[in-house]
């Protein structure tokens, strides 16, 4: 009885008390008490997001299918971008993104489209998460209906997330500078590395003009980056020797859609062909030749695509290097020594290429600073480094590989600065004959300018090491150079022009003075001079046997490798008045000739291209066998006195007429032997090979200043 009284008495009190709250009356304290404290809500979010699949999806290509890629966006600003499944209405993508959000009445906006290279991607359907409604600290499992606002009664497919929503305590202005949502979508998620594409040409296109030709362009896209070429006109085989880069965001690989159309002026262009490149099947840090047909069209297109890792995923860091593992470095030893001169030919040798950094480079951007990265390419092999941002001095410790097809080859290493508005602003610019390394040597070298004639702000630091076999490189030496197919126009010296057709000038008015001198001999001008002659010609004739001739060629490089070894070079001067004049021709003027005195601008480009052509001709034949006997390239000097001295072997030995039969016979079977074998000169070979006095001057590398003046340091070092 007593415990039923006092239950009855509490029931009233509290009936007592919401009374007189709802009177308005505190029984609690006085008014001016503080409430109780709340936990301080969070500055921030992290949502982390698992995209897991998509069900029965629209369709919106006409073979019945799709190539779904999902945006999310919060406050209108795009957060993430996945990967395309290409034909798939049930696509898996399995994609994490973890995302720092600010106010969570900002819902999440995923909109799903169908990638459609060459023309706008297809809307497939969009939903809304709203974050507000999420539980915190808990993994939530969601199926998003897909709509289209438009047409809200149609039904769209589904998506399913894994959604987790986790406080970020702290201060968010700490957290916006740790990690910022457009460095996240910029740098950490997506960026995987970088796809270097160069469009080389087409052959045997579709016409589709009334002539008989096309005026053929070439659209690439993959993801949202897109690019496309200039314009060729009037051809079936268009030259493009273009190159751009792509930033490869997915981590297996990706497509690059291409398509080749017509230009039409007025009308809408006509649809040539299409092919499309699968990343994931080619190797990364390595350049790949590629000839794609194209689809729905006729012809292919020829490219070069090379892959390389950014600094997250490389494969191509200092402590992974080959060459500084005694056993695979023996092995390559192995692999290039003398005993294996004779297999696989093609494979002449290997050259590893160590970027380490640089030092006071050009300040590009308004804030005082670059965002540098290095560019290095051998041949048609181009490989670079990833971006070092808001730094003049950056570190990029890349080692590089490279397979050597031809010794004298030269590798380029150039510094640009990267500049998401536009193209890449070039920084300096390293050129080094593989035959001028010293293996192993860690070398500062200073920058040049584009055309590698003069120095620009900065050093750079490389460590190359270059294994080959000589007799292999000797044999590759008298085959037709590889062609480059992406380098700049040769521009046109007014000065060096003139200088070899002085040399040519020269050369012919040797040939006549001895012609005019022989001449005079038989005319006999001088008794005596005629006697002197007529007897030395008797002796000569009488004793001439052919194998004198190259022995007699082997005179001049003996004296000249005594001369270079007593210290009494005269390449140096060559070389001086070479830059001298590169100096004076810097800015061109074409004898003087103004464009107002030109018919039109056309004929004025076509006259100054048909110069350089003819100079940079005149310069390689007509400087070439004087380099070679002057000792410019050892090895080539060498390589000449074999061959000097085989002949002579061989001519001695061997009657004239087997060596004639033998020749005859080779190239009478050449073209049953190698049906695709390309016929050529080598000679010619041989001398193109040998670096002409231009690109002696090139290839020099510059003095670097052990102390620099307190204000160069200073302009050096900005920052």
């Given amino acids: ?194 796809v270097s594409i160069s469009l080389i040409e087409g052959r045997s296109l579709q016409p589709m003009d009334a002539n008989g030709l096309s ?113 695979e470095r023996h092995y390559i030893m192995q692999r290039y020594s003398l005993w294996r001169s004779f297999h696989n030919l093609k494979d002449v040798g290997v050259v590893q290429v160590k970027v380490i950094r640089a030092e006071g480079l050009m300040a590009a951007d308004v804030t005082g600073k670059s965002d540098p990265f290095c560019v290095v390419e051998l041949s048609n092999d181009r490989l670079q480094t990833h971006t070092i941002y808001k730094n003049l001095n950056p570190e990029w410790n890349k080692v590089f590989t490279f397979n050597v097809k031809d010794i004298h080859s030269v590798l380029e290493v150039t510094v640009y ?27 500062a070298y200073a920058l040049k300018n584009k055309e590698l004639t003069g120095p620009t702000k900065g050093v750079i630091f490389l460590e190359i090491d270059v294994i080959f076999n000589a007799v292999k490189a000797g044999l590759r030496t008298l085959i037709p150079i590889e062609q480059k197919y992406i380098e700049e126009e040769p521009r046109v010296s007014k000065q060096l022009l003139l200088r070899n057709f002085n040399r040519v000038r020269r050369c012919i008015m040797f040939l006549i003075n001895i012609g005019c001198y022989v001449n005079s001999c038989f005319e006999w001008d001088s008794p005596q001079r005629s006697i002197c002659a007529f007897v030395l010609f008797v002796i000569v004739v009488w004793n001439f046997e052919l194998y004198m001739i190259p022995l007699a060629l082997l005179l001049p490089l003996a004296w000249n490798y005594i001369l270079i070894a007593s210290g009494k070079d005269t390449r140096q001067d060559v070389v001086m008045n070479v830059m001298n004049l590169l100096c004076r021709a810097n800015q061109i003027t074409l004898f003087g000739l103004k464009r107002s005195k030109m018919p039109s601008l056309t004929r004025l480009y076509s006259f100054s291209a048909c110069l350089a052509r003819l100079s940079c001709a005149m310069s390689q034949h007509f400087s070439s066998p004087f380099s070679t006997f002057n000792w410019t390239v050892p090895f080539l000097s060498w390589l000449a006195i074999v061959a000097f001295g085989a002949a002579t072997t061989i001519i001695y030995f061997i009657p004239l007429r087997y060596i004639v039969l033998a020749w005859g016979v080779n190239k009478f079977t050449k073209k049953l032997r190698d049906p695709y074998t390309i016929d050529n000169n080598e000679l010619l070979d041989f001398l193109s090979r040998v670096p002409s006095d231009v690109q002696v001057v090139q290839y020099r590398e510059l003095k670097l200043d052990p102390n620099p003046s307190p204000n160069k340091r200073k302009k050096n070092n900005p920052g």
């Fill in 1 to 194: 009885m007593k415990s039923q009284n006092a239950g009855i008495s509490w029931t009233a009190l509290v009936n007592l008390f919401n009374f007189f709250s709802l009177q308005g009356i505190n029984l609690v304290g006085p008014s001016n008490a503080e409430p109780p404290p709340q936990p301080p809500s969070p500055a921030m979010y992290q949502l982390d997001i698992i995209l897991k699949k998509g069900n029965n999806l629209a369709i919106r290509d006409r073979t019945g299918t799709s190539d779904p890629y999902v945006k999310f966006k919060i406050a209108g600003k795009e957060v993430f971008r996945s990967k395309t499944i290409h034909k798939n209405l049930n696509p898996v993508w399995d994609e994490r993104v973890s995302l720092l959000v600010e106010n969570l009445k900002d819902p999440l906006y995923v909109k799903v489209f169908d990638y459609d290279f060459g023309l706008q991607d297809d809307f497939m359907g969009s939903a809304y998460l709203h974050l507000e409604s999420l539980e915190h600290q808990r993994t939530l499992d969601m199926t998003l209906d897909l709509k289209d606002p438009q047409y809200p009664e149609h039904n769209l497919g589904s998506l399913e997330l894994a959604v987790t929503l986790l406080p970020k305590e702290g201060d968010m202005k700490d957290a916006y500078q740790s990690m910022r949502l457009s460095d996240v979508h910029r740098k950490a998620q997506l960026w995987r590395g970088i």
């Fill in 215 to 327: 005026d053929p362009y070439v659209k690439f896209k993959m993801g949202h980056q897109k690019y496309k070429s200039k314009t060729i006109p009037k051809t079936l085989n268009p030259q493009w020797r273009e190159q751009f880069d792509f930033h490869l965001y997915e981590e297996q690989g990706g497509y690059v859609d291409i398509t080749v159309w017509d230009k039409d002026a007025g009308k809408k262009d006509d649809f040539m062909g299409r092919c499309t490149i699968d990343l994931s099947h080619l190797p990364k840090e390595h350049t790949h030749k590629l000839d794609l047909p194209l689809e729905e069209g006729e012809g292919m297109l020829v490219l070069l695509v090379t892959l390389t890792a950014s600094a997250a995923v490389s494969i191509s860091d200092l402590s992974v290097n080959m060459l500084d593992d005694p056993h």
């Fill in 417 to 443: 600065d990267e500049d998401r508005d536009r193209s890449a602003d070039f920084l300096g610019k390293v050129a080094i004959p593989l035959l001028h390394i010293q293996n192993g040597e860690r070398k």
